[in-house]
């Protein structure tokens, strides 16, 4: 912040202000030097199977001189990754940085549609990609730049038996293998084997180059691939490094649950650059959507640290043997990506006798901008304050800087941030050329916390007053007999907009004249939806973000 804004004196015991000169150079220095200084430790668990830190360096380095000597693909060129939580994702993630390629992360649910978009705009030569997902590849090779293809099977990691069995399950048992046909494709044990009698030719690797395409999450629209540099991720990871602290140096043995998918920018950096670079064990959770399978893997560990969206801590608490887990060891619980609701943190600490601690970012700041603080003293219902660093500012549409107090559009500049969008206009991205708009509505209140009042884009304007969905399912959420809700607003010739919510039951019983009711008691007349909706299931984002915009185009479709 500016002078007339101080907030520094906020920052936790411990916390610096500024984080200093870069500590690497290069996210492939800050790999190298994780994996000796802790090479015997385990590195990453997944269904059973573990990878030492230096195991993840050996494989890695083979995947880099495959990619280098056999493909021939050079330092700037692109690479998709596209799969979930396996141990081939470190794998490759890092091998491509090592032979100076851009990581183009795909998240596996994208329709062929959705894929070709991604891979025309970020122009990649290679992917690597599950097979389950190969189909739809196969589908729109025609279409794309990919020259050279690496296809990875769900028991690449295991032992030969096990390997055996698990992909025999998986493709012929559960169908879970869409059939397909590329000719020309490499499977990933084959590039690993290959590269491993290659020596790679480290190129040089300058912290302005680009690491990652992180293409944004398509909430809002087309998404479109946010340029994040070494510098940014390097500088991120120290941010964070001393906000984790509290929780980091609780104990030695630290062992971190990535139900986040790593391909999302949020448990890429976090959960894996973070907790990499200080040795903590990560245990990879492949389809946290099951969430019995889910449960069952959390009881086989003294888990300390859990990352997660609002609907993953729903959907684990309202599950019964959740409460069985042993909890002894946990630290807390970091929420992010979208407002953990009151009702969910509550429950939370009542079931663990710990807190989920709720932070702020995005794809285009690797992506935090803020957390609250890990040391007990956060402030519920608040995003936290600014990392180390960072500058966070509220503006107005012209681009002056607003007082706290008021509410208006977060902005924030700071090391992590991104220099633009891929082969994009970055007209109107960032104000005076530094500020970086975040289309997120948010005050920063008299201590110095921020707080997000809802994106810029979802508010409703009901009769010339703006209402906040987040707050309206906020309050919804706290019925007793409400799973999840979202509301949007819908066109209204007398109001303008309307306000109408969509509602997942927990109890079948819940009606709408008992949401009426308590809507009537908890909000003023103007924020009561005028139109319930029950059902099933809500649409949502690869990480569970609840999609607001498919609810919007849905009501759209009903009057075209």
């Known amino acids: 912040m500016t002078k007339d804004f101080p907030w520094f004196s906020k920052y936790p015991v411990g916390i610096p202000h500024e984080i200093g000169p870069l500590e690497y150079q290069s996210l492939v220095e800050l790999f190298e030097v994780s994996s000796k200084k802790f090479k015997d430790r385990i590195a990453f668990e997944n269904m059973g199977e573990q990878l030492s830190f230096n195991e993840i360096n050996t494989l890695s380095t083979s995947f880099a001189a495959f990619l280098q000597k056999e493909l021939g693909l050079k330092k700037g ?39 070709e978009h991604q891979f025309r705009d ?6 690597v990609i599950l097979d389950n997902f ?18 990875a099977r769900i028991g690449d990691m295991m032992g030969p038996v096990k390997g055996a069995i698990t992909n025999f399950v998986v493709k012929t048992v559960k169908n879970m293998v869409p059939a397909y046909h590329i000719s020309n494709a490499v499977t990933f044990k084959e590039a690993l084997k290959k590269g491993s009698q290659f020596k790679l030719e480290k190129p040089k690797i300058d912290s302005e180059d680009l690491a990652v395409l992180q293409y944004t999450g398509g909430t809002t629209g087309i998404a479109k691939g946010a340029q994040l540099s070494h510098r940014n991720i390097v500088a991120h990871n120290m941010m964070i490094s001393h906000w984790f602290r509290p929780y980091l140096s609780a104990s030695p043995t630290n062992i971190m649950i990535t139900a ?13 650059v973070l907790m990499y670079s200080t040795g903590v064990k990560n245990v990879l959770i492949t389809n946290p959507r099951d969430i019995p399978g ?13 990352t997660g969206v609002n609907t993953l801590f729903n959907g684990l608490l309202n599950n019964d043997k959740f409460k069985e887990c042993d909890f ?14 009151d009702a969910v943190a509550n429950k939370w600490h009542e079931v663990t006798g710990t807190d989920i601690v709720e932070g702020y970012g995005l794809s285009e700041t690797s992506p935090v901008l803020c957390c609250n603080p890990l040391d007990g003293k956060h402030k519920r219902g608040t995003i936290g304050l600014p990392m180390p660093g960072t500058e966070v500012g509220i503006f107005d549409d012209d681009g002056n800087q607003l007082p706290q107090g008021q509410t208006g559009e977060i902005c924030a500049r700071g090391p992590q941030v991104m220099r633009g ?63 999840e809700v979202a509301a949007i607003g819908i066109p209204d010739a007398k109001s303008g907009e309307v306000i109408k919510v969509f509602i997942v039951k927990k109890d079948q019983s819940l009606s ?13 007349n103007y924020k009561v939806p005028k139109y319930f909706e029950f059902r099933n299931e809500l649409p949502k984002t690869n990480v569970g973000k609840i999609l607001r915009r498919a609810l919007k185009e849905q009501e759209a479709a009903k009057v075209a």
């Not at 990754?81 to 794998?91: A, C, S, V």
């Not at 086989?300 to 640290?305: L, P, R, V």
């Not at 709408?512 to 003023?524: I, M, V």
Request: charged content about 20%; proline content about 4%.
């Open 77 to 115: 060129d692109r690479i998709a990754i596209q799969m979930p939580n396996l141990l081939q994702f470190p794998i490759a993630f890092i091998g491509a940085l090592k032979a100076g390629l851009i990581v183009v992360n795909t998240n596996p649910l994208y329709t062929p549609r959705e894929m």
């Open 122 to 127: 970020a122009g990649i030569l290679a992917i």
């Open 134 to 151: 190969a189909a739809n590849l196969q589908a729109i090779l025609e279409k794309i730049p990919v020259k050279h293809i690496i296809i």
């Open 260 to 272: 986040i998918p790593m391909y999302h920018i949020f448990g890429l950096t976090v959960n894996g």
């Open 294 to 306: 889910f449960i069952k893997e959390l009881k086989k560990h003294k888990f300390s640290i859990v």
């Open 328 to 341: 002894s060891y946990l630290h807390g619980a970091i929420g992010g990506a979208m407002a953990v609701q």
């Open 421 to 483: 969008y891929w082969q994009k206009d970055n007209d109107g991205v960032f104000f005076s050329n530094e500020w970086f708009r975040t289309g997120d509505i948010g005050i920063m209140e008299s201590d110095g916390f921020f707080k997000i009042v809802d994106r810029k884009k979802d508010m409703i304007k009901v009769s010339g007053f703006n209402v906040y969905p987040n707050e309206i399912e906020n309050v919804l959420a706290s019925h007793p007999k409400v799973l």
């Open 512 to 524: 709408e004249e008992e949401l009426k009711a308590f809507c009537h008691t908890n909000l003023t």
